[in-house]
């Protein structure tokens, strides 16, 4: 593995680090640091009253952060992490409005990807403590699964202290689930990897599947949008794109971007397959939606905030 240790050092030091995680990249900033907070929200043009997810390097080090862990979020913690589970709970009252979004809750996650785990802790063992890290895109465009990707969404918007590392294409591919842990019961507030039935499987009772008044930037519609017009289920015209399970034929005419024999596969290549629309100038993709309970239905929700034409919410909405 590359040396991480410049990369831990430019956090430290209050410069921004984009970093692989196995969801998506995250662009990362000490998170006790209002300074380094400021320049992640101004890079990708976020309003600031939108929450980051802090990233730690173990689930020990959760108490920098809260007070307060419901028996099921720390089974939950023990299950799943490091990997593609955030968890939402009560902030110490030491946490930071940045991070918070100005409410009271903070989201937590231990990544899984080595080089995420590496950097978080170099930093923890030079004195810091959470790296917060939204995905590292502009606001509401798709995120990035390369780190190609990240330079060409973030490259102009970083200073040169600023680093990007290339970990690599992202493995799961859509970002983490997010797990309101703030009520008596689990409430999925973004769906991803970690299924509901896996949630289930550990707690023995089904979560509930969404909780309203959080401010989930990546629960509006017109989020994860590309440039080109996304249309769900439909039939491909020629000089369309076509997203779509390898059983699904190609129209003459189609540019195919995706043909998935799983629908992990298909999670995994979703967002290069859009970004690679908007490349090649695309008007209009198709994508055929995957059936399942299993990471389609991340699958889903994404597609159908992506097809969702709602700039106009997109703007007013905070
Ligand atoms: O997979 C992921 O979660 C990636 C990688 C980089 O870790 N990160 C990511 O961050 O997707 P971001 O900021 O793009 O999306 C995180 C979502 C946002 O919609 C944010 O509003 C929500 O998490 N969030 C964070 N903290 C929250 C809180 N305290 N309460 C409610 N929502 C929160
Ligand atoms: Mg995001």
Known sequence: MEDLSAAAEALRTGNLVAFPTETVYGLGGDATNESAL??????????????????????????????????????????????????????????????????DTVGIRVPSHPVALELLSLFAQSGGSGVA???????????????QA???????????????IDGGDCQVGVESTIVDCTGSTPAIARPGAVTARMIQDVLGSEPSTFSNNMRV?????????????????????????????SDVKTPHGVIRLLKSATSAEYARGLYRA???????????????????????????????????DQTDFLSFSD
């Open 150 to 164: 990240v330079r060409q969404e973030l490259a102009q918007f970083l200073s040169p202290a600023d680093l990007i």
């Open 38 to 103: 400021n320049k992640i929200f101004q890079a990708k043009g976020r309003p600031r009253n939108h929450p980051l997810i802090v990233h730690l390097a173990a689930a020990d080090m959760l108490r920098d952060w809260t007070n307060n862990v419901p028996t099921y979020a720390a089974e939950l913690a023990i299950a799943f992490w490091p990997g593609p589970l955030t968890i939402i709970l009560k902030a110490a009252s030491t946490v930071g409005r940045l991070v918070t979004g100005g409410q």
């Open 274 to 308: 859009l970004r690679q629309a908007d490349d090649i100038g695309l008007e209009s993709v198709v994508a055929i939606l995957p059936s399942g309970d299993d990471i389609a239905v991340a699958i889903r929700d994404r597609l159908s905030r992506a097809s969702s």
């Open 133 to 147: 890290a939204p995905s590292a895109n502009r606001f509401g465009k798709v995120s990035p699964t390369s780190a």
């Open 217 to 245: 930037s990546g629960s509006l519609p017109g989020h994860y949008s590309p440039r080109a017009k996304v249309l769900l289920n439909t039939i491909a015209a020629p000089g369309d794109g076509l997203i779509a399970m």
